[in-house]
């Protein structure tokens, strides 16, 4: 898996340019919870983060990297609190976080603005979060890396294969909870985590 390259055209040198990248962020949740994807252009986001225009071109070349940087910021967030909650859990081996995972993906989709229409980027861009990879792809290397690091797993090509499934997986049956109801129908959400408990406790002892 390659590094994520940054969307910006550079990166703020001062805390307040800095402050002012993250209203723009900002902006674009709130616009994308608005009026989705189709909705959002680089004037509206200078608008509602209440900067000129050209400061939005100073730092992004276009919407789709506003929408980037938004998801690598989505992505950075959940990989926070999950972090967060591996090292506070007792959990018996690494399969047992399929719930806690879940759990933070689904409480973002409720709380975090922007999540439940852009997520971890989809709605630009299959491969928003990295040219080379699909953005799932990318999501299952940020959870691999989490696992082996945490629970000193193996870190094996079939590892990787069963965690790429999983997120696959899982974001098809969460989409479909979320279809059926604003907040994640809970009984297709519980589906979610027996499907893929099931199949990552199956190969637990491959690795």
Not at 11 to 22: D, F, H, I, L, T
Not at 66 to 82: M, S, T, W
Not at 183 to 201: F, K, N, S, T
Request: with cysteine.
């Amino acid at each position: 898996m390659t590094e994520i390259r940054t969307p910006l055209r550079r990166r703020p040198a001062q805390r307040r340019s800095a402050e002012r990248v993250q209203r723009m962020l900002d902006a674009c949740a709130d616009i994308l919870d608005e009026d989705g994807y189709d909705g959002l252009t680089t004037t509206r986001i200078a608008q509602r983060a209440e900067v000129a225009i050209g400061s939005v071109y100073q730092f992004f070349p276009d919407k789709r990297a506003v929408a980037q940087a938004l998801a690598l910021r989505n992505l950075e967030e959940f990989g926070d609190r999950i972090s967060a909650r591996l090292a506070a859990g007792r959990f018996g081996d690494w399969s047992d976080t399929v719930g806690a995972i879940i759990e933070i993906f689904v409480e973002m989709h409720r709380t975090v603005p922007g999540f439940r229409v852009l997520r971890f980027g989809d709605v630009a861009d299959v491969n928003l979060l990295d040219s080379d990879a699909d953005n799932n792809a990318v999501v299952a290397d940020r959870l691999r890396r989490m696992i082996v690091d945490t629970f000193g797993v193996q870190d094996t090509p079939g590892l990787a294969t069963a965690l790429a499934i999983s997120v696959e997986a899982g974001d098809a049956v969460l989409k479909m909870a979320f279809r059926r109801s604003p907040d994640g129908d809970p009984e297709i959400v519980a589906e979610a985590e027996r499907l893929i408990h099931g199949y990552l406790a199956a190969h637990i002892q491959e690795y």
